[in-house]
């Protein structure tokens, strides 16, 4: 009992003994499978270090649990911790991984939101000719034009180009049109016993008279706005000039 007493505790003194013997521990550097020269090798907890050769290579001295820092510029620094194994084997193999690449900064700007005008009508229209345009530019067109259709064709656009087509030629007709003679619509409107008895004309003096007023501007406002009591109060009105122009 006492033999195998003795023999652990001289097991447990030589294992206590190379713990705390400083070891010179041989290593290499590599990073996808080459070579790293200039990597500092720090035994931080001895305060030693050293670098790695032209081929990777490094020596340090170590003991059991020494912690042991690797670092070189764009790599991530790699730290582990020194093993009996480690030490007995002599050849310790390091592995470093690049830094992941960093992007150049970024400036981010905020854009200025468009605004939209209130006019729904006309910015209707400005996507319209957009979706047109657009549409113009592209195959459809094409298409149209050979008698084919594809993928994609604005009917809705198309109809309302139609629709804008006709209005126009409408609007030139109705702008084309010639206005009514002032000398016809004062004849329809007021009766010839007006001019006869109420304004007290001549038969022969009523032409005469309509192509007075004809000259005076509110008679084109009358052709375009006229009842009968408008006109009755503007044909009196103009009478009592006429009558005056006569006694001239």
């Known amino acids: 009992m006492k033999v195998k007493l003795l023999t652990a505790l001289f097991l447990i003194v030589c294992q206590f003994s190379f713990s705390q013997t400083e070891k010179l521990l041989k290593g290499v550097v590599t990073s996808d499978n080459l070579l790293l020269q200039n990597v500092e090798v720090i035994n931080k907890t001895s305060k030693k270090s050293t670098t790695t ?26 730290r582990l911790k020194v093993s ?44 319209d000719e957009y979706a047109t345009e657009k549409f113009d530019n592209n195959e459809g067109y094409q ?26 030629e409408k609007e030139t007709e109705k702008e084309s ?39 005076d501007p509110k008679s084109k406002a009358l052709i375009k706005n006229h009842n009968i009591l408008s006109m009755m109060d503007f044909l009196s009105a103009k009478n009592i000039e006429f009558q005056e122009l006569k006694k001239l």
């Open 53 to 78: 050769n032209d081929r990777g290579e490094f020596l340090i001295q170590v003991k059991v649990n020494d912690s042991l820092l690797f670092y070189a510029k764009n790599f991530n620094w790699k």
């Open 84 to 127: 009996k194994e480690q030490i007995e084997l002599n050849n310790l193999q390091v592995v470093m991984f690049k830094k992941a690449e960093e992007l150049d900064e970024v400036v981010v700007a905020k854009k200025q939101n468009l605004k939209l005008s209130k006019d729904k009508k006309y910015e209707q229209s400005k996507l």
């Open 143 to 168: 298409a149209m034009r050979n008698g084919t259709f594809v993928n994609g064709l604005n009917f809705v656009t198309i109809g309302k180009k139609l629709l804008d087509l006709f209005s126009k």
């Open 177 to 215: 049109s010639p206005e009514i003679e002032f000398a016809i619509l004062a004849k329809n409107t007021c009766d010839q016993k007006f001019y006869l008895e109420t304004l007290k004309l001549k038969s022969d003096e009523i032409d005469l008279f309509l192509q007075f007023c004809d000259t």
